[in-house]
């Protein structure tokens, strides 16, 4: 059956291909002892009206089939322990909490503030309801040093499929 603009039903105003969502960190990021949210601060493009943006947290105001991809490089800062860390893109539904999509997280391991960053990349498929609220969140599994997502080095894009 073709689609108009008459028989379009709940997707009206926001079609595939027509709504994507491009943002990368601008600011390092310090990871404390505990979990830190990888705070995309510059959008690069925000097409479609179904995204904004505070503190990290992606609303997608249009319910559909996403495509989410993120890539984060974490380093360390003055310190010559081996350190390790983890990414996860978490998913809250409307007037819910976050949880861990599975299949997301990415780990990280760095031996020494001067040697070494490692970058990690995620892609999925995602069922999207309206005003669901996405955030990549990361944290250190072991080790002393001080772990940093990397400014420039890390982004987010994010686009409907369906």
Known sequence: KKITPTNLGSRAGVTPA????????????????????IAFDSIRQNVGGAFSLSSGEITIS???T?????QATIGQ?????RTEGQTDLQK?????????????????????S????????????LTITANDVLQVLAGKV????????RAGRSRITIFRIA
């Open 92 to 112: 809250k539904a409307a007037g819910g909490t976050f949880a861990n999509v599975d299949g997301t997280d990415a780990r990280y391991y760095s031996r020494s």
């Open 18 to 37: 027509t709504a994507y969502f491009d943002a990368f960190l601008n600011t390092n990021v310090t990871i404390g002892s505990g979990a830190s949210v």
């Open 66 to 70: 996403y495509c989410v991809m993120y």
């Open 62 to 64: 249009v319910a559909g």
């Open 77 to 81: 800062s003055g310190s010559s322990s």
């Open 142 to 149: 072991s080790g002393s040093g001080q772990l940093i997502a």
């Open 114 to 125: 001067s040697q070494d960053e490692t970058t990690g990349s995620v892609t999925a498929i």
